[in-house]
């Protein structure tokens, strides 16, 4: 069975520091990966998506970004975090093709708070 | 843009009592309509889904979800609610306009059982 992995569960951060988020998938392949971003009070915003390996689409300009530099693993990264970059991360992935390609699956979440 | 309204941030009820989440979404073309859920201390995870067919879904737990075209909705529904549904409840739609780009989620709606 497929297993989302994300790291760290908790982060809290300096406003300027950088930032490193990573998500493993397991038991797939070529899978589609996403990241989300929950912030207090609003649902979820999707940041990136990626349907390969180096291929990431931004949703929201920022000052994150994505890479996916191996078939299951995807990273979001930042060179200098803001305040308003604090909430709720989640990494989320869907096969690839067919109809049910769009049902997402979520892993556990990082939790980032910036000071 | 997509957007997806639900209409209740907040909702207590005693236990036995039926339960309907409202969600409304903005796009009035082929959309797939997903229900997530996320218990206390866990994952994000899928409840029910809707694709095609019968818009009358059942999902996990005894939950159900009618898509009503004309009225761009999908209400979640349960006839009888338990202490163990308390969770935070997302409707989420795609509307296949793109890629493999991610879900439009709503804002949530925090359900609370009372026993």
């Known amino acids: 069975s497929q297993t989302i992995h994300q790291w760290p569960a908790t982060l809290v951060q300096p406003v300027g520091s950088p930032l490193s988020l990573e998500c493993t998938v397991e038991?797939?392949?070529?899978?589609?990966l996403y990241w989300y971003r929950q912030a207090a009070g609003r649902g979820l915003q999707l940041l990136f998506y990626?349907?390969?390996?180096?291929?990431i689409s931004s949703e929201v300009p920022q000052n994150l970004s994505a890479s996916r530099p191996q078939d299951r693993q995807f990273i979001l990264s930042s060179k200098k975090l803001l305040l308003s970059d604090s909430g709720f991360y989640l990494c989320?992935?869907?096969?690839?093709?067919?109809?049910?390609?769009?049902?997402?699956?979520f892993g556990p979440g990082t939790r980032l708070t910036v000071l | 843009a997509q957007s997806v309204s639900q209409h209740n941030h907040h909702v207590i009820l005693s236990e036995a009592a039926s339960l309907e989440l409202g969600c409304n979404y903005s796009?009035?073309?082929?959309?797939?309509l997903f229900w997530y859920v996320q218990y206390p201390g866990q994952h994000l995870q899928l409840l029910l889904k809707?694709?095609?067919?019968?818009?009358l879904v059942k999902g996990i737990k005894g939950f159900e979800a009618e898509f009503i075209k004309s009225k761009f909705s999908f209400n979640l529904r349960k006839p009888s609610v338990q202490w163990s549904d308390t969770a935070e409840y997302f409707c989420?739609?795609?509307?296949?306009?793109?890629?493999?780009?991610?879900?439009?989620f709503g804002k949530g709606t925090h359900l609370i059982i009372q026993p």
């Open positions: 990626s349907v390969g390996i180096g291929q």
């Open positions: 038991g797939t392949s070529n899978p589609n």
């Open positions: 796009y009035g073309g082929t959309v797939n």
């Open positions: 809707y694709f095609s067919g019968d818009p």
């Open positions: 989320a992935w869907s096969v690839s093709s067919g109809r049910a390609w769009n049902t997402q699956y």
């Open positions: 989420a739609v795609n509307d296949l306009r793109g890629g493999a780009d991610g879900l439009t």
